[in-house]
């Protein structure tokens, strides 16, 4: 099992560019989510899948669209990339429930300029 | 802001013990999580606590008392490898949001 991967690992931006992270998990988890990272702030929840066909929003989603494309896939977009959204992206699933382990992908390190 | 406080870093030598305490809010509690991240890497579940109480796996134990809003994880016999952060979360909805504190970093020296 790959558990969850993310792609790409890098990438680097100008402002008012567009892009699309790419997020799939092969443990048949029914939620996925999308947090953002930042030096001395922890993780924030952007986005969320419970399910196959359903997203929501988190803390942060300004700036932000998802797909959640098929119950492995859960993308985020970036329709027009600030500075201020330079960050690790971090994609994660889990069973759904809220005593349920939520599993990490690699990261994808964004940074705008 | 946050509504998970923890302290920013903790420092201790090879062999110690070290307790990093995380105060919470208290609406909508579905317990207390801890999460730990090595520089670069992604985060990965150490413990989960929706009792009050202490839950050990092996060298690290966590506890909780829902009373005091408050918790703790416990890195006993530490090890170098143990240098990291460490946050704690707490889920917002019955559905598994994640909200997670700011983070601890732990430094392990010899």
């Known amino acids: 099992n790959a558990g969850v991967t993310q792609t790409p690992k890098f990438q680097v931006l100008k402002t008012g560019q567009s892009m699309t992270l790419q997020c799939a998990q092969d443990m048949n988890h029914n939620s996925m989510y999308w947090y953002r990272q930042d030096p001395g702030m922890g993780l924030r929840l952007i986005y969320y899948s419970a399910s196959e066909g359903t997203t929501d929003k988190g803390e942060v989603p300004n700036g932000y669209n998802v797909s959640r494309l098929n119950k492995r896939e859960f993308s985020l977009r970036l329709e027009s990339a600030a500075p201020s959204q330079t960050s690790v992206y971090f994609c994660?699933?889990?069973?759904?429930?809220?005593?349920?382990?939520?599993?990490f992908g690699p990261g994808t390190r964004l940074t705008v300029l | 802001g946050q509504s998970l406080e923890q302290p920013s870093e903790v420092t201790a030598v090879e062999g110690a013990i070290v307790q990093i305490n995380c105060t919470y809010q208290t609406s909508g509690f579905y317990g207390l999580s801890w999460y730990q991240q090595h520089d670069g890497g992604a985060p990965t579940f150490l413990s989960y606590n929706g009792l009050d109480g202490l839950e050990e796996t092996g060298r690290f134990s966590s506890f909780l008392s829902r009373s005091d809003s408050y918790g703790y994880l416990l890195l006993q016999e530490l090890q170098m490898k143990d240098s990291a952060s460490y946050f704690c979360a707490r889920p917002t909805d019955s559905w598994g949001k994640l909200q997670f504190g700011a983070g601890t970093q732990v430094v392990v020296t010899p």
């Open positions: 994660a699933s889990s069973e759904g429930q809220a005593t349920d382990t939520q599993y």
